[in-house]
C-alpha cells in the first residue's frame, strides 16, 4: 500500500513538474536549502553549476577495523601498534566541525573542473566519504583507496589522522601533481614518487600538506574568506613546522661524512638527500602560487646547494629519485634565469642520456641564457660561442626532434588533448627561437624573427590555454608572445587574456608580475622609450628599431620588481 501511495503521489507531482523523487538530492541536504526533487538532477543544483550527486543511497567505506571487542576503534588490524610520536605543528588548528566542512563542500562544486575535489572529509556525524578520484578521465592517487596506508605511521598516529591533512594529501595526489607534470600519466612522478617519499619523510609530508592548502586557498571562492584564511593560516603553519624539520635535518647531514652512511647507518647518502631535495622543490613550487611571494628564490637557492653536494659524487645519478629531483630543479631553474639576471647556475644537472620531454629545448635555453648574462657583464666570449641564425635554427630542430620522440609512446587521455601537446611543443620551439634571437642579438636574422613571430601566434591560436591538461605549459610560450605582440593587431589583448585564462585553470597566479612588466614594456614601446628612462641605452633597440625586452627586464627587475615565468 505504501509503495502504491508512493507511486501516486510522484504521479501528481509529475503531471504538475515534470518527474520527481520523494528525497531531498544529497547536495541540497548538505547545504541545508530546500530541494526541487527533480530527475534526474535537481533545478537548483544545475543552476548553480554544481554536480548533483542524485536521490540513490551510496554505501561509504569507513576506518575502523571493528565496532566492539578489543579491536574496537582501531585503524588497522593490529592491538600493539609500534609508537610514533606525531611532529608537532607550531599552532594547533581547531578541528573543523560541520559548518566548517560545508563551506569545504560548496568549494568543491564551484572549483574549476580541473579541481574537481574528492577527498574523504568528515560530516556532521563523523562518518567518513570518499570521490571517485578520477580526473582528465584517468584513474588517479587515493590515500584512502590503498590499503597497504592504513599501516604508515603518518595515517595511523602522525599528521595524517586528522581529516582535513587526509583532504589537503588527496588534493596534491589528485590536482596539484597532474599540474605539475608536462603531460599527466600513470607515471607522473610528482605523483608516485613525492607521494612515496612524503609517507617517509615528515618534512617532504608537511611541505606538500603546506602545497595543498596554499593552492586550495587561492582557488577558494573570495565569498568564503573565513575558509580562504583558514586555508592561508594552515598553508603557513605547515611550512614553518616543515622548515623547522629541514634545518635540523640540515644540520645532521652535513655534520656526517660521507662514508658514514653505509656503514654504520646502514643506508645511502641519497635516501637522507633525496627527501630534503624533495621539500626544498615543493616549497620552491608553493611559493609561485601567490603573485607576491619572492620565497621561491629562497628554496631555489637552497635546492641548488643541496644538489650541487650530490652531483659532486656520480654515484648520485645512479637513483632513480635522486635523477628525477635533479631533473625537475633543472626545469625550474631553467625557467626562472630567463627572467632573474644574475650570474646562471652552471652547475650540470642532467645525465647526457636523459631524454625527457623538453629536456633538449631547456638545455638550449640555459646556454643561450648564460651567454646573454656573460655578455651584459662584460665578458669576452669565445668564437666558439658565437652562432649564426642558420645554426641556431638547426639546434632548435634537433630539440624540438627529440621532444617530439620523447613523447611519442606518452598516453594521451584524448586525441584531442595529443593535438593540443604537439601544439605546445611548436610554440616552444619559436618562444625558444625568438628569446635567442633577442639574447644573443644575432645579426641578419629580422627574416627568419619575422617567420617564428608568425609561427608562434599561429600555433598558440590552437592551443587552449585554459585546457586542463595543458594550461600549466602554456605560460613560457604565451609570456614570450606578449613581448612581441604589437598593438595594432590585437596580439596584446589574445595574449594577456590567455595568460589569465591558464592562471585561473591552474590556480597559480605567479604571472601577474610578468603581465604587470609587459603592459610597461608596451607602454614603452607606444611611447618610443625603455623602461630605464634613459634614451642614451642604443642597446635597448632590437632590430626593429623596437625597445628590446631582455634590456627592459632588466632595467625593471632592478628596482626589486622580481618575476617568474613558470
Same mark, same amino acid.
Given at each position: 500500500?505504501? @509503495? ?7 504521479? $501528481? ?6 518527474a520527481k523523487t520523494t528525497k531531498d %538530492? ?8 530546500? %530541494? ?7 533545478? @537548483? ?39 610514533? $610520536? +606525531? ?50 578521465? !584517468? ?36 590536482t596539484i601533481a597532474a599540474t605539475m ?32 592548502? =596554499? ?33 635540523? *635535518? ?43 611571494? !619572492? ?60 631524454? $625527457?620531454?623538453?629536456? /633538449?629545448?631547456? !638545455? ?7 651567454? =646573454? ?9 669565445? +668564437? ?16 624540438? *626532434?627529440?621532444?617530439? $620522440? ?12 595529443? /593535438? ?18 633577442? %639574447? ?26 585554459? &585546457? ?10 604565451l609570456f614570450i608572445a606578449g613581448t ?11 595574449? /594577456? ?31 618610443? &622609450? ?37
Open positions: 500500500m505504501d @509503495k502504491s501511495r508512493g507511486s501516486r503521489t510522484a504521479t $501528481s507531482q509529475s503531471d504538475k513538474d515534470g %538530492c544529497r547536495v541540497c541536504n548538505r547545504r541545508r536549502i530546500k %530541494c526541487d526533487r527533480s530527475i534526474p538532477s535537481c533545478k @537548483k543544483c544545475i543552476s548553480r553549476n554544481l554536480a548533483c550527486s542524485g536521490y540513490g543511497v551510496i554505501l561509504n567505506w569507513d576506518w575502523g577495523v571493528a565496532s566492539r571487542g578489543k579491536l574496537a576503534g582501531k585503524t588497522v588490524p593490529v592491538v600493539q601498534q609500534a609508537s610514533c $610520536s +606525531p611532529v608537532q605543528v607550531t599552532e594547533q588548528l581547531p578541528r573543523p566541525g560541520s559548518e566548517f566542512l560545508d563551506k569545504y563542500h560548496d568549494i568543491e562544486a564551484n572549483l574549476p573542473s580541473f579541481t574537481t575535489i574528492t577527498a574523504p572529509l568528515d560530516d556532521a556525524k563523523g562518518q567518513s566519504h570518499t570521490g571517485s578520484g578520477n580526473i582528465y578521465g !584517468r584513474s588517479v592517487y587515493q590515500p584512502l583507496a590503498d590499503n597497504c596506508l592504513v599501516a604508515v605511521p603518518s595515517f595511523s598516529t602522525g599528521i595524517l589522522r586528522d581529516n582535513t591533512a587526509r583532504h589537503l594529501f588527496h588534493h596534491y595526489g589528485q607534470a608536462w603531460v599527466d600519466t600513470s607515471e607522473n612522478q610528482w605523483r608516485s614518487t613525492m607521494i612515496s617519499l612524503a609517507l617517509q619523510s615528515n618534512p617532504l609530508l608537511l611541505s606538500m600538506l603546506a602545497f595543498a592548502a =596554499e593552492h586550495l586557498s587561492s582557488v577558494t571562492l573570495p565569498s568564503c574568506s573565513s575558509l580562504k584564511e583558514d586555508l592561508a593560516r594552515r598553508a603557513h603553519n605547515y611550512r614553518d613546522s616543515a622548515l623547522t624539520l629541514l634545518a635540523s *635535518d640540515m644540520r645532521s647531514t652535513a655534520l656526517i661524512s660521507d662514508s658514514l652512511y653505509p656503514i654504520d647507518r646502514g643506508i645511502s647518502r641519497n635516501e637522507i638527500v633525496n627527501p630534503i631535495l624533495a621539500s626544498m622543490l615543493m616549497l620552491c613550487n608553493m611559493e609561485t602560487i601567490r603573485p607576491d611571494s !619572492r620565497l621561491w628564490r629562497l628554496h631555489l637557492e637552497a635546492a641548488r646547494t643541496v644538489a650541487n653536494m650530490q652531483t659532486n659524487t656520480g654515484y648520485s645519478f645512479k637513483d632513480e629519485t635522486f635523477r628525477f629531483l635533479a631533473e625537475q630543479l633543472f626545469v625550474f631553474d631553467a625557467f626562472a634565469c630567463t627572467t632573474a639576471f644574475e650570474e646562471t647556475y652552471d652547475q650540470e644537472l642532467l645525465t647526457d642520456d636523459n631524454s $625527457s620531454v623538453f629536456t /633538449e629545448f631547456l !638545455r638550449l635555453i640555459k646556454w643561450v641564457t648564460s651567454l =646573454e648574462r656573460k655578455s651584459a657583464a662584460g665578458a669576452l666570449l669565445s +668564437p666558439e660561442s658565437r652562432i649564426s641564425s642558420s645554426e641556431l635554427c638547426h639546434l632548435f630542430e634537433q630539440a624540438r *626532434d627529440c621532444t617530439l $620522440s620523447s613523447c611519442s609512446q606518452t598516453a594521451f587521455s584524448t586525441p584531442s588533448e595529443g /593535438e593540443q601537446f604537439l601544439g605546445v611543443i611548436e610554440s616552444f620551439h619559436h618562444a625558444g627561437l625568438l628569446y635567442s634571437y633577442r %639574447c644573443l642579438s644575432i645579426r641578419d636574422s629580422e627574416e627568419e624573427i619575422t617567420h617564428s613571430r608568425a609561427a608562434l601566434f599561429k600555433s598558440l591560436d590552437l592551443v587552449q590555454s585554459d &585546457h586542463p591538461a595543458i594550461a600549466q605549459n602554456t605560460f613560457w610560450p612581441e605582440a604589437s598593438s595594432y593587431d590585437g596580439s596584446r589583448t589574445v595574449m /594577456e587574456q590567455k595568460l589569465n585564462q591558464a592562471m585561473k585553470r591552474t590556480g597559480f597566479s605567479n604571472c601577474e608580475v610578468a603581465l604587470q612588466f609587459l603592459r610597461a614594456l608596451w607602454i614603452a614601446r607606444d611611447e618610443g &622609450h625603455s623602461l630605464s628612462f634613459d634614451q642614451n641605452h642604443n642597446n635597448d633597440l632590437d632590430t626593429r628599431g623596437e625597445t628590446n625586452w631582455i634590456e627592459c627586464a632588466r632595467h625593471w627587475t632592478s628596482s626589486g620588481k622580481q618575476f617568474l615565468v613558470f
